[in-house]
């Protein structure tokens, strides 16, 4: 026990001797990493063609979703959409956190996983899917195809234009996560509905 309580301290006083303590270094790395990806923003993303592909398809989703909204549902519709970008958010957060994929090239340099993908174009095709499909039957064989072509279609397409790079991580894993979130997403508004009574 005395030597593993020694290690412990020798190491601290080799940290401290290095520059502070361990967190002090976190957050100087994170200076560090911070500065590279805004000078790899400027200088191998901005204007490029990825960055135009995402500006464009991003606004291209809006502008659909904005044609197609149901604006008898909008609550019901958005707090769908919201609820969906948030989930991919916090599961795209973890990726990147744990060095599973990471994304070259995005609109914005400040957000670390890709807002465009995340919280406009999964949402905005989740929204649209859940507009029209109400009932669950349909519900889920559309999902499910989504899946299919988020998976091996977009997922590989990114991939092949550089956005999205893999480390650690399988197209087919996403498969069911795709799937799920929505399922679980529809099966919380249909309570909500339920619990509120109005519809």
């Known amino acids: 026990m005395f030597t593993i309580i020694q290690g412990v301290l020798i190491a601290s006083s080799?940290?401290?001797m290095k520059g502070g303590s361990?967190?002090?270094?976190?957050?100087e790395l994170r200076r560090e990493s911070r500065n590279l990806l805004w000078e790899y923003w400027l200088t191998e993303t901005l204007f490029t063609f990825n960055w135009w592909?995402?500006?464009?398809?991003?606004?291209?989703?809006?502008?659909?979703?904005?044609r197609l909204l149901d604006k008898k549902r909008l609550i019901e519709v958005v707090?769908?959409?919201?609820?969906?970008?948030?989930?991919?958010?916090f599961l795209d957060i973890s990726g990147v956190s744990f060095v599973m994929w990471s994304y070259p090239d995005k609109i914005f340099p400040i957000i670390p996983p890709i807002i465009e993908i995340h919280k406009f174009h999964l949402p905005i095709v989740y929204m649209i899917v859940y507009q029209y499909f109400p009932n669950w039957k349909p519900f889920?064989?559309?999902?499910?195809?989504?899946?299919?072509?988020?998976?091996?279609?977009?997922?590989?397409i990114t991939v092949w234009l550089g956005i999205y790079e893999i480390y650690h991580w399988k197209y087919i894993y996403s498969f069911p996560i795709y799937i799920i979130i929505g399922v679980i997403c529809k099966w919380v508004i249909e309570k909500l509905k339920q619990i509120d009574g109005h519809y």
Do not use: H
């Not at 707090?79 to 958010?89: E, K, N, Q, V, Y």
């Not at 064989?141 to 590989?156: D, I």
């Open 53 to 66: 592909f995402l500006v464009i398809t991003t606004i291209a989703f809006v502008l659909i979703w904005l």
């Open 14 to 16: 080799i940290i401290n």
């Open 79 to 89: 707090l769908f959409g919201l609820m969906i970008g948030s989930i991919g958010f």
């Open 140 to 156: 889920l064989l559309v999902m499910t195809v989504c899946a299919l072509f988020f998976s091996f279609v977009l997922e590989p």
């Open 22 to 27: 361990l967190w002090s270094q976190i957050i």
